[in-house]
C-alpha cells in the first residue's frame, strides 16, 4: 500500500511539474526570414481564380487567409495585398508573390491541396513566395457565413 502512495504522489508531483512549466514553443525559426517592410510584404492573386466559386468568394477566401497568417501573435509577418496578377509563374522566385489556382496541369499529387514555394532566405531573406492550390483534384467551396 505504501508504494501505491508513493506512485501516486510521484503521478501527483509530475503532474503539478508540467502545469507549472513554461509553454513550449510549437515551431522553431529554421534561419530564413523575410525583411518586412513598413507597408507589409506584398502579395498579388490571379487573375483567373476557382472554377468553383464565384470569384469575388474565392479572393475574399485567399485574402483572409493571408490576413490570418499576418493576425497570428507568434507571426513577425504582414502580409499587404497588391491587386490581381495575369502572372501565373508559380515558383519562378520573379519577386512577385503570387496566390494561382491550377483546374489542370496539377502535378504535385492528387492529395495535395496546396503548395507553397519560397526563392531567397539564409543570410539574405526571402525575396519571394508563391503559393498554388489544387483545382484539378479538388471541389472548392466556401461554408456559408457564420459556420
Known amino acids: 500500500m505504501a508504494r501505491l502512495h508513493r506512485h501516486l504522489a510521484a503521478a501527483a508531483l509530475g503532474a503539478v511539474a508540467l502545469t507549472a512549466a513554461s ?7 529554421l534561419g530564413g526570414r523575410w525583411n ?8 498579388r492573386i490571379n487573375e483567373q481564380l476557382s472554377a468553383d466559386m464565384d470569384d469575388r468568394t474565392c479572393l475574399e477566401g485567399i485574402q ?12 513577425y509577418m504582414n502580409w499587404a495585398y497588391d ?16 496566390a494561382v489556382w491550377f483546374e489542370e496541369g496539377w502535378t504535385e499529387g492528387a492529395s495535395v491541396l496546396g503548395v507553397a514555394a519560397n526563392s531567397g532566405g539564409a543570410g539574405g531573406g526571402y525575396v519571394d513566395c508563391d503559393t498554388k492550390y489544387n483545382g484539378q483534384d479538388h ?9
Open 36 to 43: 518586412v517592410p513598413a507597408d507589409g510584404v506584398k502579395y
Open 139 to 147: 471541389t472548392w467551396i466556401s461554408p456559408p457565413v457564420g459556420t
Open 64 to 75: 483572409t487567409g493571408y490576413a490570418a497568417w499576418t493576425s497570428l501573435p507568434c507571426t
Open 83 to 98: 491587386g490581381r496578377t495575369q502572372n501565373r509563374a508559380w515558383g519562378a522566385a520573379d519577386g512577385e508573390n503570387i
Open 23 to 29: 509553454p513550449a514553443l510549437a515551431w522553431e525559426p
